[in-house]
Protein backbone atom coordinates (compact mmCIF):
# COMPACT_ATOMS: atom_id res chain seq x y z
CA UNK A 1 0.00 0.00 0.00
CA UNK A 2 1.56 3.28 -1.04
CA UNK A 3 2.06 5.29 1.86
CA UNK A 4 3.95 8.76 2.49
CA UNK A 5 4.77 9.66 6.42
CA UNK A 6 5.90 12.83 7.94
CA UNK A 7 8.04 13.66 10.64
CA UNK A 8 10.30 16.31 12.67
CA UNK A 9 7.94 18.95 12.90
CA UNK A 10 7.95 20.82 16.44
CA UNK A 11 7.68 23.85 18.73
CA UNK A 12 10.41 26.27 17.54
CA UNK A 13 11.86 29.74 18.65
CA UNK A 14 11.96 32.71 16.37
CA UNK A 15 15.17 32.51 13.90
CA UNK A 16 15.25 28.52 14.34
CA UNK A 17 15.73 25.50 12.15
CA UNK A 18 13.85 22.14 11.93
CA UNK A 19 14.23 19.49 9.23
CA UNK A 20 11.04 17.64 8.19
CA UNK A 21 11.49 14.13 6.36
CA UNK A 22 8.84 12.29 4.52
CA UNK A 23 9.75 8.54 3.91
CA UNK A 24 7.73 6.92 1.19
CA UNK A 25 6.53 2.96 1.05
CA UNK A 26 5.04 1.15 -0.80
CA UNK A 27 6.39 2.77 -4.16
CA UNK A 28 9.74 4.22 -5.18
CA UNK A 29 9.87 8.06 -5.06
CA UNK A 30 11.80 8.17 -8.19
CA UNK A 31 9.21 8.33 -10.82
CA UNK A 32 7.11 11.55 -9.53
CA UNK A 33 8.26 14.89 -8.61
CA UNK A 34 7.43 15.48 -4.69
CA UNK A 35 6.66 18.46 -2.82
CA UNK A 36 5.66 20.50 0.62
CA UNK A 37 2.95 21.97 1.66
CA UNK A 38 1.74 24.08 4.51
CA UNK A 39 -1.67 24.96 5.69
CA UNK A 40 -2.51 27.06 8.25
CA UNK A 41 -5.40 27.66 10.07
CA UNK A 42 -7.79 29.33 8.81
CA UNK A 43 -6.11 29.36 5.25
CA UNK A 44 -5.69 27.45 1.82
CA UNK A 45 -2.91 24.86 1.74
CA UNK A 46 -0.19 26.15 0.09
CA UNK A 47 2.77 25.31 -2.28
CA UNK A 48 6.38 25.55 -0.46
CA UNK A 49 8.72 23.84 -2.01
CA UNK A 50 9.04 20.84 -4.75
CA UNK A 51 11.79 19.14 -6.60
CA UNK A 52 11.87 16.98 -9.60
CA UNK A 53 13.14 13.18 -8.38
CA UNK A 54 15.27 12.49 -11.44
CA UNK A 55 16.80 15.90 -12.45
CA UNK A 56 17.43 17.62 -9.24
CA UNK A 57 16.02 20.99 -10.16
CA UNK A 58 13.89 22.80 -7.06
CA UNK A 59 11.38 25.14 -6.98
CA UNK A 60 10.53 27.50 -4.00
CA UNK A 61 7.56 29.44 -2.85
CA UNK A 62 8.89 33.40 -2.67
CA UNK A 63 8.74 33.46 0.86
CA UNK A 64 10.37 30.48 1.75
CA UNK A 65 13.75 31.12 -0.86
CA UNK A 66 16.70 31.28 0.85
CA UNK A 67 15.54 29.83 4.30
CA UNK A 68 14.23 27.02 2.97
CA UNK A 69 15.71 23.79 1.18
CA UNK A 70 14.41 20.71 -0.48
CA UNK A 71 15.91 17.36 -0.96
CA UNK A 72 15.75 13.84 -1.27
CA UNK A 73 17.43 10.77 -1.00
CA UNK A 74 17.54 7.95 -3.33
CA UNK A 75 18.73 4.84 -0.76
CA UNK A 76 15.96 6.09 1.74
CA UNK A 77 13.28 6.76 -1.10
CA UNK A 78 12.56 9.37 1.45
CA UNK A 79 12.71 14.09 1.17
CA UNK A 80 13.54 16.03 3.16
CA UNK A 81 12.69 19.93 4.09
CA UNK A 82 15.53 21.88 5.81
CA UNK A 83 14.07 24.68 7.24
CA UNK A 84 16.11 27.80 8.85
CA UNK A 85 15.29 31.20 10.29
CA UNK A 86 12.17 30.09 10.99
CA UNK A 87 9.15 33.27 11.51
CA UNK A 88 6.08 32.98 12.77
CA UNK A 89 4.02 33.08 9.84
CA UNK A 90 6.04 29.64 8.81
CA UNK A 91 3.57 28.39 11.60
CA UNK A 92 1.06 25.08 10.22
CA UNK A 93 1.13 21.84 9.30
CA UNK A 94 3.41 20.96 6.82
CA UNK A 95 2.45 17.97 4.42
CA UNK A 96 4.46 16.53 2.15
CA UNK A 97 2.94 14.88 -1.65
CA UNK A 98 4.18 12.88 -4.86
CA UNK A 99 2.97 14.26 -8.79
CA UNK A 100 3.12 11.91 -11.55
CA UNK A 101 4.26 14.31 -13.60
CA UNK A 102 6.61 17.44 -13.52
CA UNK A 103 7.01 19.43 -10.19
CA UNK A 104 3.88 21.47 -9.92
CA UNK A 105 2.68 24.06 -6.87
CA UNK A 106 -0.79 23.18 -7.39
CA UNK A 107 -2.59 21.00 -5.04
CA UNK A 108 -4.81 19.20 -7.35
CA UNK A 109 -1.68 18.18 -9.23
CA UNK A 110 -0.59 15.79 -6.67
CA UNK A 111 -1.90 12.23 -6.25
CA UNK A 112 -0.68 11.34 -2.84
CA UNK A 113 -0.24 12.84 0.27
CA UNK A 114 1.03 12.58 3.96
CA UNK A 115 -1.11 12.97 7.01
CA UNK A 116 0.61 16.42 7.82
CA UNK A 117 3.50 17.35 11.12
CA UNK A 118 2.61 20.45 13.00
CA UNK A 119 5.43 23.12 12.65
CA UNK A 120 4.96 26.06 15.60
CA UNK A 121 7.12 29.29 15.51
CA UNK A 122 7.49 31.42 18.25
CA UNK A 123 7.75 34.66 18.70
Known amino acids: QARLVESGGGLVELGGSLTLSCVASGFRLEYYAVAWFRQAPGKEREFVAA????????YYEESVKGRFTISRDYAKNTMFLQMNNLKPEDTAVYYC????????????????WGQGTQVTVSS
Open 51 to 58: ISWSSGNT
Open 97 to 112: AVAFGPPATMTGDYES
